[in-house]
């Protein structure tokens, strides 16, 4: 037993270790919420240099009480001693190690809670380490850096101790807070209820309410003492009161970026006054649900102490979240102490519900928070776009969703003394050997390549044209002149410019005159644009190309028709290739115009515009444009044809990882038919390539793990070199390649442990070979890999050194690390999950009125949204101690592709989510897979694929660019903040 209870204190100690450690590092890698820390930093600074007695001078803001100000001035004298800048990562690391510390100390409150009332070890542990990396807390403390965690705790002891009717302590420690923070009065009615339910139920009245009186003494007891050096005795109490009335008082709006009940109505940001519904003002409503609310609160105090259920936590929990659920004025994290304290209850009452709306609370607290902190200082900082507004009232509907668990738990608990217990019972054990894999049959081999077939068709189909001019008027760095006579009258002059680096066409009449000009710049290149020019019937015209390609020039009749014209060279030697109509077809558009370009200047042995990402998707482009030449087809060839092979490697994904062919053919079905795959794969840009290798490497890394559990490490390097190769392609396609290589070390280290646990032996042999591999093949190889696909380079400069390699390195680091550039379809992560702001690549500007034509690149709402709440099924069977590998391994694979962004401040786009949605897709079928009802999944299946299928047909539309009437266009904008029509 002793052994068991040191086991368990070591792994106690180890949670709170790297929870610490994972909050003290985001402090030190990431800047905080601006307008915190500048007033943390500054109030330190100024109580460090002049003291308490001078700090809240005339006109100076400073809205917290001294509580926690000593704290902030102990900060400021360290940091004036060692001469620390405010710019300094260490000023960060000094403002988040106390709040990291009481968070911690938090975690192990709610690990001997859970240990002094019904709940077995291991859940104890698991709630210990879901409120250690809770993300909520981790972003308020580690990124945002405030300082809750330290409000929150001494709350947290206050109602614990009231739980164990220790009175008088327990009201010290609501001082602390309230000494700390205002917010704490928001508490005052459950300390009340709690000391009147002692008055009731004790025999003995006078102690009671001496105690009560007594209580309420100590409360004011540390406020009063810690404002005492600033506003000395005649002040003290007028000064006090000034301070938490005022600053209690100083928002009055209905909420403020408080994704709650409120935000949820529209009312963020909205002046108390103005009107709500039938003349009611949001104020009113406010006072009208904290009147409701505290009325709930004397109702279960009153039920619940008649029953024998009274329980202080349980009652603080449901009024902290009741009120900032229901309430105005609220604050994005004004629900931290809430959350904490419901996870408090939970592990006292070993309620799976109060769980369930802990871990929900947790996770739109967090969205609510790294929503107000990504938008800090941009346009859209309060919150008034379509997206965030649209995620603002999702998020609170579905707090107000977790607040309503929560008020049931409450109910059921209050009234009939009832519980729903966590799981008893260790999880079950995956078996230590994994399954073997189902054999390939030929019925299967066949649907699969009927599948591809069909997937290849569908993509391939209405891709580009074949045909484009291919012979330059070739002016870089020079200026080149040509003679054309219009054989006909001309009203427009269609123009197609290649590479430029800044260069201009103009267009002279026999008198000099300019008729026509253009500048030619990195937007113009192989794209067809229709000009306005008036050219009579022979009429000579002298065209003038100034350091820039210029490909081909058409002139137009009135009609329409193509009018023959001499002379030209260059110019118009290619006239068959003019295109009909000017479309996406024959043009490049958004970001081709920056990765199509490079793979023909690297065809070239050109020197190379685009130099922010490696080399190997534009390697790959090339490929395409060598084959087809520089045509649409061409140069959209390679990313669509990787495209389609993402279906079987989809199909071969979900097979390995569930054993369940059928599933895996729906997985196949599913990505085939997905938005974002389609119009992804179809434009030519990289992230289809670094998708596909980070999906490879996945599927590498799954079946080594599965080898290693069956057959050793010396039996997987197959897979293990294959796995490398795959991770060395996706970072040399794209920087986001590295990210999937947090998640295939998890695996890689994680198998080791489990080979481990199987008593192997001759282990440690296969660890050396496994840590010799791991460093040869997923460090070496993929370095190797990187290096040649810069071998483009090489071709056109062999003077290209490894430094010049080096220095193309730093010069993409420093790019996307200052890049503060915006883009009106630019969207954050959050955002991502529901696909709320898709990309609008191309509009089609040559139609007849009452037609339009788009491509969009935009969520696949069966995926996405599907994958999504599958996503957070597999995540909640985690936390709450019934997990399984499989669903383990698709949540890390997941969350290492999608965390990162969470810390990226630079302009973000919804493809950046492309990658993390193959593990949507892997976390929807492996919920079909594991449900108990075979039948009752295939139906699922079936109606996923079919709506799937609908939706397809009906936007693809807007994923291909096919002209459409406007009726049909406007109805494919659901959502306010979609607009790509």
């Known amino acids: 037993m002793t052994k068991q209870r040191e086991k368990q204190n070591k792994t106690l100690w180890l949670l709170l270790g790297c929870g610490l450690a994972l909050r003290l590092v985001l402090a030190l890698v990431t800047e905080g919420y601006p307008y915190d820390m500048s ?15 001078a700090f809240y001078s005339e006109g100076y803001f400073a809205d917290y009480p001294p509580g926690y100000l000593w704290m902030l001035g102990l900060v400021g004298a360290i940091r004036a001693a060692l001469h620390i800048a405010y710019e300094s990562k260490w000023t960060y690391f000094l403002l988040a190690l106390v709040p990291s510390l009481c968070d911690c100390a938090g975690a192990a409150l709610v690990y001997t809670t859970a240990r002094r009332g019904r709940v077995v070890e291991h859940m104890a542990l698991v709630l210990a380490a879901f409120t250690a990396f809770n993300p909520l807390l981790l972003f308020d403390t580690g990124v945002w850096k405030q300082i809750d965690g330290a409000f929150a705790l001494p709350l947290l002891l206050c109602f614990l101790l009231l739980e164990q009717r220790r009175y008088l302590p327990a009201a010290v420690w609501f001082g602390v807070a309230l000494a700390i923070k205002p917010q704490a009065l928001l508490f005052g009615p459950v300390l009340a209820a709690c000391y009147l339910a002692a008055i009731a139920l004790e025999e003995d009245k006078p102690r009671a309410f001496g105690r009560c009186f007594g209580g309420a003494a100590l409360a004011l007891l540390p406020p009063l003492a810690a404002g005492l050096p600033f506003f000395g005795i005649a002040q003290l109490l007028p000064k006090l009161v000034e301070k938490y009335t005022g600053t209690m008082s100083g928002y009055p709006y209905a909420t403020i970026n408080a994704f709650n009940w409120m935000a949820a109505l529209g009312g963020n940001w909205k002046g108390l006054d103005e009107t709500v519904l039938l003349g009611i003002t949001w104020q009113q409503l406010g006072w009208f649900n904290i009147l409701l609310v505290t009325a709930g609160l004397a109702y279960f105090a009153v039920r619940s102490a008649r029953g024998g259920s009274f329980s202080p936590l349980l009652l603080a929990a449901y009024y902290g979240i009741g009120v900032f659920t229901l309430a105005h004025c609220m604050h994005e994290r004004y629900m931290v102490p809430g959350v904490l304290l419901t996870l408090l209850a939970a592990a006292h009452w070993n309620d799976i519900r109060l769980y369930a709306a802990g871990v929900g609370l947790s996770l739109t607290g967090f969205i609510n928070l790294a929503t107000v902190y990504s938008l800090t200082g941009s346009d859209d900082e309060w919150l008034t776009s379509a ?65 591809t077939a069909a997937t290849a068709v569908l993509s391939f189909a209405y891709l580009g044209s074949r045909t484009a001019p291919q012979n330059p008027l070739d002016a870089t760095d020079t200026v080149l002149t040509e003679t054309v006579t219009p054989q006909g009258d001309a009203v427009s002059l269609w123009v197609y410019p290649g590479i430029s680096f800044g260069g201009s066409m103009t267009v002279t009449d026999a008198a000099g005159n300019v008729v026509f000009e253009k500048e030619l710049n990195y937007g113009t290149c192989f794209s067809w644009t229709a000009n ?11 065209v003038t190309v100034q350091n820039a390609q210029l490909f081909e020039l058409a002139f137009r009749d009135a009609a329409g028709q193509l009018v023959p014209a001499a002379g030209g060279g260059a110019l118009l030697d290619e006239q068959a290739a003019v295109p009909d109509t000017i479309s996406q077809l024959n043009s490049m558009y958004f970001d081709e115009i920056y990765h199509g370009r490079t793979g023909y200047e690297q065809l070239h042995k050109m020197p190379v515009y685009e130099t922010t990402h490696p080399p190997l998707g534009k390697d790959l ?17 390679s990313g669509t044809l990787f495209g389609v092979l993402l279906v079987p490697l989809a199909w071969c994904f979900v097979r390995r990882l569930t054993r369940k062919p059928w599933v895996a053919a729906v997985s196949g079905v599913l990505l085939a038919l997905d938005f974002m795959r389609f119009s992804q794969s179809r434009l030519a840009t990289i992230d289809v390539y670094g998708t596909f290798f980070i999906l490879l490497g996945a ?57 481990w646990r199987q008593k192997q032996p001759g282990f440690w042999a296969e660890f050396r070979t496994a840590a010799v591999g791991g460093v040869l093949f997923y460090v070496l190889l993929p370095l190797c890999i990187y290096i040649a696909s810069y071998l483009p380079y090489w071709w ?11 220095q193309c390195q730093v010069s993409m680091y420093s790019y996307h690390s200052t890049l503060q550039a915006t883009h009106p379809f630019e969207s954050r992560w959050y955002t991502w999950l529901l696909g709320l702001r898709p990309v609008w690549y191309y509009r089609n500007g040559y139609l007849p009125y009452g037609t339009k034509a788009s491509i969009v690149g935009m969520a696949g709402p069966v995926i996405w949204l599907a994958g999504l709440a599958a996503l957070v099924g597999l995540l909640w069977r985690q936390v709450s101690g019934r997990g399984s590998r499989q669903g383990a391994g698709v949540l890390i694979l997941y969350g290492t592709q999608l965390i990162p962004w969470m810390l990226v401040s630079r302009c973000t786009f919804l493809y950046h989510y492309f990658p993390s949605s193959m593990f949507c897709l892997a976390a929807l079928v492996l919920v079909l897979a594991r449900m108990k009802r075979r039948d009752w999944a295939r139906r699922i299946a079936g109606g996923l694929c079919v709506a799937a299928a609908v939706l397809f047909v009906l936007y693809y539309p807007a994923l291909s660019g096919l002209p459409i009437p406007a009726w049909w266009a406007d109805a494919l904008e659901v959502l306010p903040s979609f607009g790509f029509y």
């Open 387 to 451: 997206t965030s507004s649209t995620v603002a009232i999702l998020t609170g509907l579905v707090e107000t969703v977790c607040f309503v668990l929560l008020l049931f738990a409450m109910w059921d608990i209050t009234r009939h003394s009832h519980t729903l217990p966590l799981p008893e019972r260790e999880p079950e054990q995956s078996p230590l050997q994994p399954a073997a894999q189902p054999k390939w049959t030929r019925r299967e081999v066949g649907a699969l390549l009927a599948l």
């Open 532 to 542: 306005d020019v008036a050219a009579a019937s022979g009429q000579p015209l002298t």
């Open 796 to 806: 056109r400069n062999p003077s290209f050194s490894l430094g010049d390699w080096w």
């Open 699 to 755: 599927y590498f890394m799954l079946w080594y793990c599965q080898q290693v559990l069956t057959a050793g490490v010396d039996s997987a390097l197959l897979p293990m070199a294959l796995g490398g190769l795959a991770f060395g392609l996706g970072c040399a396609a794209k920087w986001t390649g590295i990210y999937a290589g947090a998640g295939l070390a998890v695996l890689y280290l994680g198998v080791l442990y489990a080979r």
């Open 621 to 637: 482009i090339m490929m395409g444009i060598a084959m087809f030449g520089m045509t649409g087809f061409g140069w959209r060839f």
């Open 39 to 53: 007033c943390f930093v500054a109030w330190g600074d100024k109580l460090a240099a002049e003291g308490p007695a």
